[in-house]
């Protein structure tokens, strides 16, 4: 799987919605492809890069990147 390319202008044209609606504009496509791959202390990296406070923004963030994703209209539509 190659990396997320975000130097490429049409990349910004496929972000998630999930990624827009992150406070902290955490680069999903990438930071899941990590994880998918196994690579987690890579995909911390990712995290880090844009939330200097992973722990603090983990603890009071109230998940506006689920419903931009749909993960709400997954669980009430089984």
């Known amino acids: 799987m190659e990396p997320t390319d975000t130097s490429r202008p049409d990349y910004f044209h ?3 919605d ?3 609606a ?3 504009h955490t680069d999903v496509p990438e930071y899941i492809r990590l994880i ?3 690579e987690f202390t890579a ?3 990712v995290n880090r ?3 200097v406070f992973p722990g603090i923004l983990g603890r009071v963030c109230d998940r ?3 419903p931009a994703a749909g993960a709400d209209a997954s669980r009430r539509n089984p």
Request: hydrophobic share 35%.
């Open 36 to 38: 998918a791959q196994g």
């Open 14 to 16: 496929r972000v998630v």
């Open 22 to 24: 992150c406070p902290a």
């Open 49 to 51: 890069e844009s939330n």
């Open 18 to 20: 999930c990624q827009w």
């Open 64 to 66: 506006p990147c689920e």
């Open 43 to 45: 995909a911390y990296m």
